[in-house]
């Protein structure tokens, strides 16, 4: 089956990406270029590049994008550098992809928490090793959402609201919550101006398992002992707020999609309006949360 037809561009990008189609290219040329859809004519240009050439400069153009998603990513990459079994992690290298906006990184960020996730295995006995690898996905995990919140509410994978009018408290546009193992903030300065992981406690339970945050920040799998709770939200210009928050906090921020007036809200969580009306009007100054109403008005 014949592929949409690319240009002679993009079939060199393709090479540079990935020189071992060189040899395809020159065992038959002729259908290299008609399963791409590409002109006999470029594909014969193709193959008359050294393939030495080619090779140096997908070489050099794969180290300049793992050094931009290090640059990027620079508290998980320094982490994972720290992990024999992240190799591939490491090398990881994009095809194809322009990393120029907060989206773009938000959703190749998605990709290494996956690969940290389901590509990085533990086969037990280093519990300090089980903690690297923990961490990394925290790490990943946060300065993901991080690109998130800098993308805008267009991209953001917060809960949607509704489109009728809030009648309570409503997280502002952009905001998100996330859980993880440990005090992800607190390490990734640490990281950041160390260059090395600090000794820190993380949520794992008594069978050597793990909490994974998943894309909302909750556990799944294994029992945690502990999850360390955030909100993220943006700042000033194009800079990304991140507070800690305790876990009853969370539980009343995830419950303002604006659908709950605030006695209905108190009833969700299982308090009276008068207890959380002062951390609604505190989250508001913050400007974590819009209140349509005054706290405790029905």
Not at 21 to 41: K, P, Q, W
Not at 80 to 109: F, H, I, K, W
Not at 234 to 239: E, F, I, K, L, N
Not at 256 to 267: F, H, I, K, N, Q
Request: net charge negative.
């Amino acid at each position: 089956m014949t592929s949409a037809p690319v240009s002679l561009q993009e079939a060199l990008a393709e090479l540079l990406a990935d020189p071992d189609l060189l040899r395809e290219l020159h065992e038959n040329t002729a259908e290299f270029a008609a399963r791409r859809g590409l002109r006999e004519e470029d594909a014969q240009a193709l193959a008359a590049l050294r393939p030495q050439g080619v090779q140096v400069t997908a070489w050099v153009g794969g180290h300049k994008v793992r050094e931009l998603i290090r640059s990027l990513y620079p508290a998980s990459i320094a982490v994972a550098d720290t992990l024999p079994q992240a190799r591939p992690l490491l090398e990881y290298t994009p095809v194809g992809e322009r990393l120029d906006s907060p989206a773009a990184v938000a959703a190749l960020g998605r990709k290494l928490w996956d690969m940290a996730r389901y590509g990085i295995g533990y086969e037990g006995g280093a519990a300090a090793q089980l903690r690297r690898l923990v961490t990394l996905r925290d790490l990943i995990h946060f300065e993901t959402l991080r690109y998130e919140v800098a993308a805008g509410p267009a991209h953001s994978r917060a809960p949607a609201t509704g489109t009728s009018p809030p009648v309570g408290p409503a997280l502002r546009p952009g905001v998100l919550l996330a859980a993880f193992s440990c005090v992800v903030g607190d390490v990734r300065r640490h990281v950041l101006n160390t260059g090395e992981l600090p000794d820190i406690g993380i949520g794992i339970d008594d069978r050597g398992g793990a909490g994974d945050g998943d894309g909302d920040g909750n556990g799944n799998g294994n029992t945690v002992a502990k999850r360390i709770h955030y909100v993220l939200a943006p700042g000033s210009g194009d800079r990304v707020r991140s507070s800690r928050i305790p876990p009853g906090l969370r539980d009343l921020l995830e419950a303002c999609d604006g659908t709950l007036t605030p006695d209905a809200l108190a009833r969700r969580v299982g308090r009276e309006v008068a207890e959380i009306t002062p951390a609604l009007e505190r989250m508001r100054q913050r400007g974590f949360l819009d209140l349509p109403r005054p706290p405790g008005a029905e």
